[in-house]
């Protein structure tokens, strides 16, 4: 959540794409971004003022919501603001915030730890309630700064019996390596069809209308303006 009025521009944008290929679609923007390489990157307008700029966008855009909760304090705002509550892939093992998640009785989506083997979720989705629980795929820490995709991943996860998200962004990052961490979006494409042939629920994808000059991320995000062709090649790999 950059400001109410970027975040509600690319919402509006993408509403347009999503109307075009007939797609279902969540808005998630980040009131604090509390996983941030350096102490001096920009984190966001906080719990207060992003729910309520959350709130609004989503009134306005008429899409249901999601965004990161970071602490078991959070969660019961967070379930009064948005529709869906998402775990970090950094606290995906943190009991007391999966269960203070767990007892709003919104769904929640877990993004798999960098640091987890599939089958290790498992034990995550035994902290939680069943039925409202799905898993998103972001990729495995492999050496320094740097993530890959393991898609056995994928049937792992949905051999448990829930849906499964892909975030072809967020596994494109290169973690870390200085003073903010890089990423390569030219791979978001090519990752999120190979993970539509392998089979998923959900697509997640950061998206901003000027990724180079993003406050967080920008190298890992889609350009607005190459969302619609994004999305048009994962929807043919899930038809064929």
């Excluded at 640091?115 to 972001?138: C, H, I, N, Q, Y």
């Excluded at 990423?183 to 998923?200: F, H, N, S, Y």
């Amino acid at each position: 959540m950059e400001s109410e009025e970027g975040a509600r521009f690319i919402a509006d944008g993408i509403a347009e794409v999503c109307g075009r290929l007939g797609l279902r679609w969540i808005f998630k923007a980040s009131f604090d971004k509390a996983n941030r390489t350096s102490q001096g990157s920009f984190r966001g307008p906080g719990l207060d003022e992003g729910l309520e700029s959350l709130a609004r966008i989503g009134r306005q855009v008429g899409v249901p919501l999601t965004t990161d909760v970071h602490l078991p304090a959070q969660a019961a705002a967070c379930a009064d603001a948005v529709d869906l509550l998402q775990v970090p892939a950094f606290l995906s093992r943190q009991s007391d915030l999966l269960e203070a998640c767990g007892s709003t009785g919104r769904p929640v989506n877990v993004k798999k730890g960098q640091f987890s083997a599939p089958g290790d979720m498992a034990a995550v989705l035994g902290k939680l309630p069943a039925g409202r629980v799905m898993l998103t795929e972001r990729g495995a820490c492999f050496g320094y700064n740097t993530l890959v995709v393991d898609y056995r991943s994928l049937p792992t996860l949905r051999g448990f019996g829930v849906p499964v998200c892909f975030d072809a962004t967020h596994s494109v990052q290169a973690p870390g390596g200085g003073a903010t961490s890089g990423g390569d979006r030219r791979w978001v494409p090519t990752l999120a069809r190979a993970a539509a042939a392998v089979g998923i629920d959900a697509l997640f994808a950061e998206v901003h209308d000027r990724p180079e000059d993003a406050l967080s991320d920008g190298p890992n995000m889609v350009r607005l303006s190459d969302l619609e062709a994004l999305l048009a090649g994962v929807l043919a790999v899930r038809g064929a």
